[in-house]
């Protein structure tokens, strides 16, 4: 709203209504003014293009050093906020794994039933107690067999 009100009042001090704001990567806010246009001598000039020159204002300055201020803040901010985020997370650890262990189990029992119930396809036996293993006679891969 200040950046607004003072790219209004530049309009009607300099008597140019298409003065306007041009926003480059890292230089935001500069003021584009007609070329043949007056300014004052505390205009700090940026850059140029056919027919324009761009400007920062004292106060544009002034403001963006108060942006810098509170983006940098705002990054220290977000950064706390994450290292605490994934502190919570690891303090959890133990259950994330468990979580893991148990789905990826029950993605691969899911697969199984759901490529046994095609032709040509047997239920797979499981075993309780015994080390893992996969034991497959004549076994053709599903997507082998689609070709």
């Known amino acids: 709203r200040e950046l607004d009100g003072h790219l209004n009042e530049v309009r009607r001090s300099l008597g140019c209504g298409t003065v306007s704001y041009y926003n480059a990567a890292k230089e935001k806010y500069q ?33 963006l050093c108060e942006l810098l201020v509170a983006e940098k803040a705002l990054e220290e901010g977000e950064r706390d906020q994450m290292r605490k985020l994934f502190a919570m997370f690891n303090s959890h650890r133990g259950k994330w794994n468990d979580t893991v262990t148990c ?32 034991h497959v006679t004549k076994g053709i891969h599903p997507c082998i067999a689609r070709t």
């Not at 056919?50 to 403001?63: A, D, L, T, Y």
């Not at 189990?105 to 015994?130: H, I, K, N, W």
Request: glycine share 6%; with cysteine; charged share 30%.
């Open 31 to 63: 003021l584009e003014i007609p070329e043949h246009t007056p300014v004052p001598d505390d205009f700090d000039l940026r850059s140029r293009k056919k027919g324009f020159r761009r400007f920062w204002s004292p106060f544009v300055k002034g403001k």
């Open 103 to 134: 789905l990826s189990m029950l993605d691969s029992l899911l697969s199984l039933a759901l490529v046994s119930q095609g032709e040509c396809y047997t239920r797979p036996v499981l075993y309780e107690g015994l080390e893992p293993f996969v």
